[in-house]
């Protein structure tokens, strides 16, 4: 069964608080203290965790390395994921140095960018290769998903490489939404949007 | 009367797609063809508009100019909202020029940091000042929203700061999320959380 969007978004949430328990000393966790960290309620929690068929009646609340596992169970896929990112620019080095910084089983591995003074250079700890070869690097680095921090005016020529490479996943962080047939999965996240978002609403908690 | 979040996202998506419609000389354009830009159907297109009470019986479609300073009088705020960014590593100066590089009504217009080797200094154009003086500054510069991009562990002590500093949006990217009390109006957008979906979608899709 396919959970909802929501769920995975709070489980990849909570197995990070468990990691930082786990790190801290702490071997168990009420749902209500887990609850308190992510700013929900006890029963989103035990909601979320009855879904996934996780279950704990343990009086000290739930085993926190237990349940990570079981999340990681969950979310993660029995073979490492491999990474893409395309458009090595200020947003496309700090995403890869920020997300290969943690101990994730994703690693952005290859970097693909159109500008000569990048392409053949190792940048933020991957190398950068030829947007022009990406179809065949995709093959040969068996890479399934890709990030897209490019400028928004050349997001729209991403698409047909993307299909024809077989990718698979598509986290898009520039302002051009993208389309994909069914079968990819896209998940577009400009960050224009979401600080007008959060301006709207500061905007209407005055008026 | 405040719109939904889902509503106000596309909104803000719709009115970028018709700066471009307007800068490549179109005049006008039905909804279905703005739908198409955004992999929506016509009806949940019309349905936002009717929401913001936008009406247009043109037989060639909205007229791409009116519309978007529609959606403009609905979003924008009378007052530009002056943003500052808290945390200057990489991240943080990705989304400094990143943003800034845009004709928005919002601007980043200072950076907050603790390092001793970029406070006093212009980085990504913005001026960078020490962390202890986030309250005064605040103040002074007439900030009412921040962008977080510190790392991970430091950002629990920021909430204290903010809501003491009369902050009234938060746009958290870093992977802890940040609870505030009512009124204090916060997006946690983790750059792993997004990934982790995307990737637990393929693996559905792939099963």
Redesign the interface.
């Known amino acids: 069964m ?2 909802p ?1 929501k769920t ?2 709070r489980l ?2 909570y197995r ?1 608080s468990l990691a930082d328990c786990a790190d801290g000393g702490i071997t168990h966790i009420f749902s209500h203290v887990l609850a ?4 929900i309620t006890a029963v989103q929690v035990r909601r979320d965790l009855m879904l996934i068929g996780f279950s704990s009646d343990t009086k000290k609340g739930y085993d926190v390395r237990v349940l990570a596992d079981f999340i990681s169970s969950i ?3 029995p073979v490492p ?1 491999n ?1 893409a990112i395309i458009g090595m ?3 496309g ?3 890869t ?3 290969n910084s ?1 101990d ?3 690693k952005i591995i290859a970097a693909f960018d159109v500008d000569p003074a990048k392409v053949g250079r190792e940048i933020a700890g991957v190398e950068c290769h030829d947007m022009g070869c990406f179809e065949r690097m995709v093959g040969e680095l068996d890479i ?2 890709v ?1 897209v921090s490019t400028p928004r005016d050349v997001a729209g020529e991403l698409v047909l490489p993307i299909i024809n490479a077989g990718i ?4 898009n962080f520039t ?3 993208l ?1 994909f047939p069914r ?1 990819i ?3 577009n ?18 008026e």
């Open positions: 396919t959970l969007e995975v978004e990849s949430e990070r308190g960290l992510h700013g979310l993660d896929s994921a990474i620019g200020h947003l080095r700090a995403i140095k920020y997300f943690k994730l089983k994703l399934n998903m990030v698979k996943g598509v986290l302002s051009r939404p389309n079968g999965v896209v998940e996240h400009d960050i224009t949007t979401m600080l007008e978002k959060v301006a709207y609403f500061v905007k209407e908690g005055e």
